[in-house]
C-alpha cells in the first residue's frame, strides 16, 4: 500500500511539473510623445491579425513551455507611433475600401523568437519581434516594403514577478523599440525624403553649443540637416 | 556542548567574521573638470544602452540615485526613467547617445535641445559595469531526516564590482570627468548545523564610494 501512495505521489508531481508553463499577456502601455518632425500627411493605416490579436507559443528543448500573447499590443503601438509621425491618421478596417489618402500603410509581425536564461546561460530573457511594412502611394501602387527589427531584454532577478514579469517587461521593451526604429527611420525607408516636413517648434532661445556644419548648404535649413544626418545614422 | 567546543565554535566565528572584513576598494575621480558651482540643478543617473553590452544591475543604478539624493548635500535627482520618456525616442537603448561627441548633432535639433532645456537637467551620469563572481570553491552540504535537519561545511566565494560613472555637462556638451571604483572581497558560508553568511557586500560599498565621489564632485563643485 504505502508503495501505491508513493507512486500516487510521485506520479502527481510529474504531471504538474511536466504541465508548468509561463504565459505571459503583453500591453504596450502608454507611449510617451515623440519629439519627431511630423509628416503633413493623410495616411490610411490597415492592420492584419497578426498586428491586432497575436499570439506565440514554444515548447523548450531546456524546459518549459512558454506562451507570449501579444493580443493587440502591436496595434496599440502602431497606432500611437503613427499618430506621432502623421499629421492625419485613418485606421481603415480590413476589407473595406480605403478613404482617398496619400499613402497607406500595411504592417505585419513576420517574426517573434525569445531566449530564456536556460538556453544562454546568462541572467536575460530576450525577445525580437520583426514587423514588415509595406507602404502604397494614393494610386495603389507599391512605393515601399521594408523590415522593422525590434528587441527588449530584461534581467530575470531585477524585477517583480520573477520570470513572467521578466518576460513581459522584454516584450514591453521590444514593442517600444519597434516604435523608436519608426519614429527615426520611417522617412527614409518609406521613400518619403522629398516630403515638406512640418515645422518643428522652435526653441525659444537658441539650443546650446549649437555646431554649425562647415560645409552647409546656406540655402539649407537646420531642421533639413538634422533630418538628413539622423536618417544617415539610424540606416 | 563543552566549554572546548564552544571556544572552538566562537573563534572559528570571529575568525570568519575578521576575513569577511578582507575587501579592498579603490575609488578615484579621473580627467575631471572643475564644474561650475551647483545651484541644484537637476542631475539624471542613467546606465549605458544594453545594446552596447552593457550589463549595470537596475539595484546598483536605484543603489547610486538614492545615494547621491540623500542628505544635506544631496544632489537633484530627476528620475532616469522620467528622463527617457521626456526625450523619447532619443535617450531609448538604440538612439541614446553612446559618447559625448554624438551630443551636439542631437542637440542642433531645436525640439530636442527645447526639451532638454525643459528636463532642467544640466547634468547626466552614465554608469557602466557590473559585479562578477570570478572563482569560489568548498563544500557544503545539507540534510533533513525525522529528528531535524542541519548542514556541515564551509563554502566561499569572491566578488568584484567595477563600475565608472561619467558626468556629462549637456549644458557645455562636455564629458566634465568620470567616478572609477573597484571593490573586491570574499565571502564566507561555514556552516555548523546552522549556515553562517558572511558576506562581502562589494556591491554596496562600490555604490557608496561611487555615489559619494559624485556627490562631492558635482554637489560641492566650484
Known amino acids: 500500500m504505502r508503495h501505491v501512495t508513493r507512486f500516487a505521489i510521485t506520479a502527481l508531481i510529474a504531471t504538474v511539473l511536466s504541465g508548468c508553463g509561463t504565459a505571459i499577456k503583453v500591453r504596450s502601455g502608454q507611449m510617451p510623445d515623440a519629439i519627431v518632425q511630423q509628416l503633413p500627411l493623410r495616411v490610411g493605416v490597415r492592420f492584419d491579425e497578426s498586428i491586432t490579436d497575436f499570439s506565440y507559443q514554444e515548447k523548450l528543448a531546456t524546459g518549459g513551455t512558454y506562451s507570449i ?41 513576420s517574426a517573434l523568437e525569445f531566449v530564456v536564461p536556460s538556453q544562454t546561460i546568462s541572467n536575460d530573457y530576450a525577445i525580437w519581434i520583426k514587423y514588415q511594412i509595406k507602404v502604397y502611394d494614393s ?13 527588449g531584454k530584461a534581467p530575470k532577478d531585477s524585477l517583480v514577478g520573477g520570470t513572467k514579469g521578466a518576460l513581459t517587461q522584454a516584450a514591453m521593451r521590444a514593442l517600444r523599440d519597434a516604435s523608436t526604429v519608426l519614429l527615426t527611420r520611417f522617412v527614409a525607408d518609406a521613400k518619403l525624403e522629398g516630403r515638406q516636413l512640418r515645422p518643428v517648434q522652435v526653441a525659444e532661445r537658441p539650443a546650446p553649443a549649437q555646431t554649425e556644419p562647415s560645409n552647409e548648404d546656406p540655402d539649407t535649413t537646420a531642421d533639413e540637416v538634422v533630418e538628413s544626418e539622423l536618417s544617415e545614422q539610424y540606416l | 556542548m563543552t566549554k572546548a ?185 561555514p556552516a555548523i548545523v546552522i549556515p553562517i553568511p558572511l558576506l562581502a557586500r562589494t556591491k554596496n560599498t562600490a555604490c557608496k564610494d561611487l555615489a559619494g565621489r559624485l556627490k562631492d564632485y558635482i554637489g560641492n563643485a566650484g
Open chain 2, 5 to 189: 567546543s564552544k571556544q572552538h565554535l566562537i573563534g572559528m566565528l570571529l575568525a570568519s567574521l575578521w576575513l569577511a572584513g578582507c575587501s579592498t576598494a579603490r575609488t578615484d575621480l579621473v580627467n575631471s573638470s572643475d564644474l561650475p558651482d551647483y545651484q541644484g540643478e537637476s542631475v539624471v543617473v542613467m546606465t549605458k544602452s544594453y545594446h552596447a553590452g552593457n550589463k549595470t544591475e537596475t539595484g546598483f543604478t536605484d543603489c547610486v540615485v538614492k545615494s547621491v539624493q540623500k542628505g544635506g548635500t544631496g544632489l537633484n535627482v530627476l528620475s532616469g526613467d522620467e528622463f527617457v520618456d521626456l526625450m523619447y525616442p532619443w535617450f531609448e537603448p538604440r538612439t541614446v547617445p553612446n559618447k559625448i561627441e554624438d551630443m551636439p548633432k542631437l542637440l542642433r535639433n531645436p525640439a530636442i535641445a527645447k526639451r532638454m532645456r525643459d528636463t532642467g537637467v544640466r547634468y547626466v551620469v552614465w554608469l557602466d559595469g557590473s559585479t562578477e563572481r570570478p572563482g569560489g570553491g568548498g563544500s557544503l552540504s545539507c540534510a533533513a531526516g525525522p529528528g531535524g535537519a542541519g548542514c556541515f561545511g564551509f563554502a566561499w566565494w569572491e566578488s568584484d564590482s567595477d563600475y565608472d560613472a561619467s558626468v556629462w555637462d549637456v549644458e557645455d556638451v562636455t564629458e566634465a570627468g568620470s567616478v572609477e571604483t573597484q571593490v573586491t572581497g570574499t565571502s564566507y558560508l
Open chain 1, 139 to 151: 494610386t495603389g501602387k507599391i512605393q515601399a516594403d521594408f523590415l522593422i527589427p525590434a528587441y
Open chain 1, 69 to 109: 500573447d501579444l493580443d493587440d499590443a502591436s496595434a496599440e503601438m502602431l497606432t500611437s507611433t503613427f499618430g506621432d509621425l502623421f499629421q492625419e491618421m485613418i485606421l481603415v478596417p480590413p476589407g473595406e475600401e480605403v478613404p482617398p489618402v496619400d499613402i497607406l500603410i500595411e504592417p505585419t509581425l
